[in-house]
């Protein structure tokens, strides 16, 4: 079968044996296939990398001792792997499991996976539409979920990127109202299309000026960053009020101040951090999926696999939001 490998700024195909199934791992002919902002890491990367792409949809094509999934199942690949046993997995929490087998490249024309990270795919969603439930939603609906947001919210939404787009899909379904903050022009105006009520620019000097002038005098109670930048990270907690909350969705491998008697005990700010749905979560997604008349915008871009190194330019280009391989 047909694989992508990844390595400084190129992409390109390579031939390699087709997967086996074995136990619970099944194989699933792979029929979406987006890319993620984390697998910028691999197309930058000095040494080649066969393992990016890790959420999509398919149809299983092989179960060997499979008791969740039979052939012909059309299923979304959840992100990832866990171990399957432990109270993190059966609670749906894999994506937290500390004893992860190592998982295979989803940018290929098949792929080996955990049956239990499967969820079923509807007749009524498309495959494109399907794998959107990865990370352009997922992150967004775990971090929804908890913060208990709901239609007469007013949240800030720090970075524009496919996942915070996702973010702001959900925000709109459920009727709250966005403030939106990137740079690139291409996002803000998608944000505002997609339902954005303010779209802020990131590098203007007085931005917590201007969140504060539109939210009228009302203190802002929730925030999510999915940019990762250290900078809009505290740009939220600086922006919400006594006894709100910020969900940070993009990964920040640095750091950033935090007062624990500023911001928690004189504030009662929560601050929490969201990777993927619970898998108990699936119906709500599936819901997102139906319900929302714009999800589907998310996706601007589709490439067959062999033009993998032009599927890569235009993610990279910053004018683009979810682009997704059809193998
Ligand atoms: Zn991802
Ligand atoms: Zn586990």
Redesign the pocket.
């Known amino acids: 079968m047909k694989r992508v490998v990844l390595q400084n700024k190129k992409a390109w195909i390579e031939e390699c044996p087709d997967p086996v199934a074995e136990g619970a791992w099944v194989v699933v002919k792979v029929h979406a296939s987006p890319i993620c902002g984390s697998d910028k890491n691999a197309y930058f990367s000095s040494d080649a990398v066969r393992t990016a792409g890790h959420e999509g949809t398919g149809v299983v094509v092989e179960t060997a001792g499979s008791s969740l999934l039979k052939k012909g199942s059309r299923v979304i690949l959840n992100p990832l792997s866990?171990?399957?046993?432990?109270?993190?997995?059966?609670t749906g929490n894999?994506i937290y499991?500390?004893?992860?087998p190592p998982f295979e490249t989803h940018f290929a024309e098949y792929v080996r996976v955990q049956d239990f990270v499967c969820s079923p795919l509807p007749d009524d969603i498309s495959f494109e539409l399907g794998s959107l439930a990865g990370c352009a939603l997922s992150p967004a609906l775990n971090a929804i979920k908890r913060m208990r947001l709901g239609g007469f919210d007013t949240v800030l939404v720090t970075g524009l990127g496919p996942v915070g787009m996702g973010a702001l899909t959900i925000c709109a379904l459920l009727g709250a109202r966005v403030i939106a903050v990137d740079s690139i022009a291409f996002r803000k105006e998608m944000a505002a299309e997609l339902g954005a009520e303010i779209v802020l620019d990131a590098k203007d000097p007085d931005l917590g000026g201007k969140i504060r002038e539109a939210m009228n005098g009302l203190p802002l109670t929730k925030a999510i960053d999915t940019s990762g930048s250290g900078e809009a990270e505290r740009t939220c907690i600086d922006a919400v009020g006594p006894g709100g909350t910020v969900a940070f969705i993009g990964e920040n491998r640095g750091e950033i101040p935090v007062s624990p008697s500023r911001d928690f005990i004189r504030k009662g700010l929560t601050l929490l951090g969201a990777w993927h749905y619970n898998l108990n979560d699936a119906g709500d997604m599936l819901a997102i999926l139906r319900r929302s008349p714009t999800v589907g915008r998310l996706i601007t871009n589709v490439f067959r696999l062999e033009e993998a190194q032009a599927a890569f330019d235009t993610f990279v280009s910053g004018d683009a939001c979810k682009v997704v391989f059809r193998p």
Not at 82 to 90: E, I, K, P, S
Not at 97 to 100: T, W
């Open positions: 866990g171990c399957g046993t432990c109270d993190l997995c059966r894999y499991c500390l004893s992860k």
